[in-house]
């Protein structure tokens, strides 16, 4: 079909190729999709021994507000564990930035300093200076990141509770602040009532029935998926114009239905509670952009490169100490925003916040597919590797699973995707 | 008449797609220094190998008789069991554990687990005094050099009441005074009645201690000479005699004028402060020209090259490097690049590829701003680079998405070839381009040296095997101990001229 709109540059070798193509983009494909399925799987797991609560469109909302932190930083720690390295550190970072805010927002009389959006702004640079120094000693003196971080791990976490004074918390934060984390997006458009809510006896209308649809986040959702659709399909037209296989034409359309449909779904879901959160939108955006470095952008190359053979990269003349530096200076950033929706979705800086979460954070990009030797993993692969530790926190914490055990899960499920991955790695 | 300790008979070993030995008979005497000489890649190291069990009985051929006994070794354990030690050309010592610890690892004098120490130390103390060392025992293999190194491990091999003594290269990094002192050794061991193989390069060395030298090229024995046959001459010809056939691709050199200078270059050793590594090096190389670096293994012309390549070498370097009479700045591999200056290293998998990447991406690595706009590859562009250098420089791969990991050696040259030709150089530096690589891979990787010379490139090639650099070069240095020993046109070069100015070299460094 292709070959007719353009003749192949490959000539022959393009013919024999085509059912090796569509045999391999589905294996190379497979760990992505398995993935995917794994969390679908999980989630429609924990919507039948919940009684249906998971997918309840108040409890979807409360896990994107629990878990956008992890996710956030995992971004930023996909790329230091592409690059090879780790950092132990964000959790702690995430602590300190917290305490930093309420403290410039609350404690300290900052004048207009104290307002949430400068606040917000000072505090991604002082992550952004964190994760820089951290990163001069991992990328110009060769100190193990390992250990780098650990230390930023203690030196932070003290520093966050000598800020916070000893073991108290500093609160209650503005409440534009907290929109951050617990807001929704305002419908600008204006609700669409679908069933009128059902009065009771008292005049007073009962909460959960009738369903209201947030038609703002409908239309955003909307706009998204014909995006979505719309650049794929631009894309494989691009590919086919110059001649180079895409991707089988049946996989692409069963691709582009399903993650519609399971996009519109949530969109659904979203709208006929109170619109889509502030939090989810931040993410989605970040979470594309970060697509769009480690997919398109030389930088995101340079990273895989350096983490696939960091002399052979050198070699090729990209500086590593440099990109080494970038990298971290990236999770700093983001360990400090993953801080400040910590500290919204609180209300308050507390001594003990984002305390551990470095370890779901690195789980979640292990999960998500990523090499502990450097080199390879996929931005989505991390969302998704969140994503599931997040719905098992969720989903277990909702069936009364006793918090010890959830842990013992959440270890064997990190241990059972690593096996996973390694298994097919030596079969293939 | 002493009798025959060991007889080795029509070794045959083949690695995929190589023939490394090919009925290689080696037979030696008991109580005699036996020389194994030949030019790297000639099998020796292969060889010893075979012997010492590293290669286990059933991937060669052939018969291994020991004091009379057919041996089948397993594994190294196996030899030394029999008595048959080897010190490889690297030394294999913890340098964070100590000289006795270091002498008796795996083989400590233990009970139930428990090291008696005190044994331990005393043995070692009677063995360093063997070979005359004086060194704490508990001294860290760290803090000696190389040449008492290089003792330590006698030392561990006559622990093991060794019968048959290996050397490989055993004088390859040590000074010309640790060196003299450790044939010197090797004497006194012959008179003690040991026996011991030297494989050595190094003519004089095999001239002054060996009674019989066995030759060794292209994986077959050439001949074996006895002490009164043994001349540095005839050592030469029977190493290097073969004729060049059309293993070369035909073509007319246009050689224009100079691109590529380097001048007075110093380098120092990156961890030995004081040790310097090149000794003011000056080249120079013209437009279409390829100029071929001759010289053995640890000459320095990779330590050389990488120096020149954005520095990616040694400390305090020193030197002007001249691009068409201009000075250039080469502190960085970018900027090097920028220049026009490409490095195609000698250790594709180490320091030339991203194995778990695909073969896209390799080729475009150096050289993304040529697929990219505003830092945004065009993945289009990109895919139509890599299939037009997979392509050009005959890639054998199912598609550009294969992993350069499983792909062949000469492949995966291919692939670093094209990253580096993408970058589109002025000045090509290839360091041992086909090492490892088969033969008709070969012809294909000349080929691409003789278009891009035809393209008006300067080419360099830095080569150990000298029938290479006489088929494909105009020009050929001699480089020995950090220096340039010689130069010559190929037209009248030789490989025994190339190898007396090695030796020669080698006479003057002393």
């Known amino acids: ?428 | 008449m002493a009798s025959t300790i060991l007889e080795m008979r029509d070794i045959t070993k083949t690695f995929p797609g190589v023939k490394a030995l090919s009925n290689v008979n080696l037979s030696v005497e008991e109580g005699e220094i036996h020389a194994v000489v030949g030019e790297n890649g000639a099998g020796k190291s292969t060889l010893m190998k075979v012997l010492s069990g590293v290669y286990p009985t059933g991937t060669y051929d052939g018969q291994i008789i020991f004091q009379g006994q057919e041996c089948h070794f397993k594994g190294i354990h196996d030899s030394e069991h029999k008595g048959i030690v080897i010190i490889h050309q690297e030394l294999a010592l913890v340098p964070m554990l100590s000289i006795a610890e270091n002498i008796f690892l795996g083989n400590e004098h233990a009970r139930y687990g428990v090291i008696d120490w005190n044994a331990n130390e005393a043995r070692t103390s009677a063995l360093l005094k063997k070979v005359g060392l004086k060194e704490d025992p508990k001294t860290l293999i760290t803090n000696i050099g190389v040449g008492k190194q290089q003792l330590v491990e006698i030392a561990k091999a006559l622990s093991k009441e060794v019968k048959l003594l290996i050397l490989d290269e055993p004088t390859a990094s040590l000074s010309e005074k640790d060196s003299q002192a450790l044939l010197d050794l090797l004497l006194e061991f012959k008179r003690q009645g040991m026996t011991s193989i030297l494989i050595s390069h190094k003519l004089n060395e095999v001239n002054r201690v060996a009674d019989k030298v066995t030759v060794i090229r292209d994986g077959r024995t050439i001949e074996t000479l006895a002490k009164k046959d043994i001349s540095e001459d005839r050592i030469i010809t029977s190493m290097v005699g073969r004729s060049l056939d059309d293993r070369y691709p035909p073509r007319e050199p246009d050689i224009g004028e100079v691109v590529f200078e380097v001048k007075n270059w110093s380098v120092y050793h990156p961890l030995h402060a004081d040790r310097q590594v090149i000794k003011g090096i000056d080249i120079n190389v013209r437009k279409g020209e390829v100029v071929g670096i001759a010289g053995l293994m640890g000459a320095g012309r990779t330590e050389f090259a990488m120096s020149i390549f954005g520095r990616s070498y040694g400390r305090r370097i020193t030197g002007e490097v001249l691009l068409k009479g201009k000075p250039i700045d080469v502190s960085s591999v970018s900027r090097a690049v920028e220049h026009g200056i490409a490095y195609v290293t000698e250790d594709r998998k180490t320091y030339g590829l991203n194995l778990i990447d695909h073969i896209k991406h390799n080729i475009t690595l150096a050289n993304l701003s040529g697929v990219s706009r505003h830092s945004v590859i065009d993945d289009m562009r990109e895919l139509a680079v890599a299939n037009d250098y997979r392509k050009k420089t005959n890639i054998r791969a199912s598609s550009v998405y294969q992993m350069t990991g499983n792909l062949s050696g000469g492949n995966q040259q291919k692939v670093v070839l094209s990253k580096w030709l993408f970058a589109d150089p002025e000045v090509l530096i290839l360091d041992e381009p086909t090492r490892g690589i088969d033969v008709g891979a070969k012809y294909e990787i000349y080929t691409i040296i003789a278009r891009l010379a035809a393209e008006g490139k300067a080419i360099v090639v830095i080569s150990s095997e000298m029938p290479e650099l006489l088929g494909i070069t105009d020009r050929i240095y001699v480089m020995n101990e950090g220096r340039m020993v010689g130069e010559m046109p190929a037209a009248e070069a030789s490989q025994e001229k190339i190898m007396r100015a090695i030796v020669r070299g080698e006479g003057k460094a002393a």
């Open chain 1, 1 to 428: 079909m292709s070959t007719e709109i353009a003749p192949a540059p490959q000539g022959n070798v393009a013919e024999e190729q085509r059912p090796r193509i569509a045999v391999s983009a589905l294996t190379t494909n497979l760990r992505e999709y398995g993935l995917i399925i794994a969390l679908i799987v999980i989630m429609l797991f924990f919507q039948f021994t919940t009684s249906g609560t998971l997918f309840k469109p108040v409890n979807l909302s409360n896990l994107v507000q629990q878990n956008s932190f992890i996710i956030v930083m995992a971004l930023g720690m996909l790329l230091v564990i592409v690059s090879g390295y780790i950092d132990l550190s964000v959790g702690s970072v995430a602590g300190f930035i917290g305490a930093l805010a309420a403290n410039m927002m609350v404690i300290w009389q900052l004048g207009p300093l104290s307002n949430p959006l400068v606040v917000s702004i000072v505090c991604l640079i002082v992550g952004g200076l964190i994760g820089a120094a951290q990163g001069y000693w991992i990328a110009y003196h060769r100190i193990p990141s390992f250990i780098v971080t650990l230390a930023g791990m203690l030196i932070f976490r003290g520093i966050c509770q000598a800020l916070l004074g000893g073991g108290s918390s500093v609160g209650p934060l503005p409440d534009d602040f907290k929109m951050l984390s617990s807001g929704f997006i305002p419908d600008v458009i204006g609700p669409l009532t679908l069933i009128p809510p059902t009065v009771n006896a008292a005049g007073k209308t009962i909460m959960g029935s009738g369903l209201t649809l947030h038609m703002t986040t409908i239309v955003l959702g909307l706009i998204a998926v014909l995006a979505y659709a719309y650049f794929g399909v631009r894309t494989r037209r691009k590919r086919e114009r110059h001649g180079y296989e895409a991707e089988p034409f049946p996989l692409f359309i069963i691709k582009t239905l399903v993650a519609s449909a399971l996009a519109l779904f949530l969109v659904y879901e979203f709208a006929s509670y109170r619109g889509l959160p502030v939090v989810l939108l931040v993410m989605g955006v970040l979470i594309s952009l970060f697509v769009f470095v480690t997919k398109r952008m030389t930088i995101g190359r340079r990273i895989y490169a350096m983490g696939g053979n960091a002399k052979a990269a050198q070699l090729s003349g990209i500086n590593t100490e440099r990109l080494t530096l970038m990298v971290f200076i990236n999770m700093g950033v983001l360990s400090a925003l993953g801080g400040l929706i910590i500290a919204a979705r609180l209300g308050q800086a507390v001594p003990a916040a984002g305390l551990g979460s470095e370890l779901d954070v690195i789980a979640a990009v292990f999960i998500g597919g990523a090499s502990a030797m450097g080199g390879v993993g996929q931005v989505i692969g991390a969302v998704v590797g969140g994503f599931i530790m997040g719905v098992m926190n969720n989903g277990m914490s909702i069936m009364g699973v006793n918090v010890d055990w959830q842990q013992v899960v959440k270890g064997l499920v990190l241990l059972g995707a690593v096996i996973f991955d390694v298994y097919n790695k030596n079969k293939a």
